[in-house]
């Protein structure tokens, strides 16, 4: 009787080779981007105008640094310390911003909502005077 070994296959890393570039260029940081792009523009400038591009649309030009935001909070959120009476009193602070920030969005809804609102009534008027004006 011969025993058969079953390996599992070679996992690829998640993403291609712009996904690894682009993890790559980020753990360096925006030194590291814009280098990149300077280096695009002197080898061929379309990818240096690609990198510009990207840089500004990714919104990697204009923040403090090349890591997405999100992802570092949120794994230093759902750490436990080890001391429960700290971690309760971090949940609750926690679920008190968020409701609070809900709050805040709500209210910046309404706001939003009232000013198309306005907007809209001032143009109906302004549509209406236009038309006694020409009977």
Known sequence: MTS???TAPAQHSAGGWFS???RWLDERGKGAWIAAM???FIFFWPIGL???AYMIWSKRMFSKSCTPRRMGGAMTTMRSTGNSAFDAYKADTLRRLEEEQHNFEAFLERLREAKDKAEFDQFMDERANAAKSED
């Open 4 to 6: 058969m070994s079953t």
């Open 20 to 22: 690894k570039t682009e």
């Open 38 to 40: 300077v280096l695009g």
């Open 50 to 52: 690609a990198l510009l």
